[in-house]
């Protein structure tokens, strides 16, 4: 099985940035890329940002303003956030993307966008 976990979230001013942080852990040998999401009542999951191998993809919205990256020494997939705006507030969700299909989610992370 693998196992993410994601850390990072928070409260921010408009313009400011934050950095989402999602840790794999158990068999990351399964994994084949992550993805991060966000969810917001009322609105219909989004796609934010992907990584596999070196490839990156940005949903359009945060093209520009976010970078996705994969440290391999500690299994950490980062998801830098600049310019944030008050509609980026979500939780937000880190999940790996397994080789064989399906995907592992983690717990989510809150990052509020308010001033």
């Known amino acids: 099985q693998v196992h993410v976990v994601e850390s990072g979230g928070g409260l921010v001013q408009p313009g400011g940035s934050l950095r989402l942080s999602c840790t794999a852990s158990?068999?990351?040998?399964?994994?084949?890329?992550i993805n991060w999401y966000r969810e917001t009542p009322g609105k219909q999951r989004e796609l934010v940002a992907t990584?596999?191998?070196?490839?990156?993809n940005y949903g359009d919205f945060v093209r520009g303003r976010f970078t996705i990256s994969w440290d391999d020494a500690s299994n950490t997939a980062h998801l830098r956030m600049n310019n944030l705006k008050p509609e980026d507030t979500a939780v937000y969700y880190c999940a790996a993307h397994l080789r064989l299909g399906g995907e592992a989610w983690g717990q989510g992370t809150q990052v509020t966008v308010s001033s």
């Open positions: 158990g068999h990351i040998f399964r994994m084949d890329g």
């Open positions: 990584i596999t191998g070196g490839n990156t």
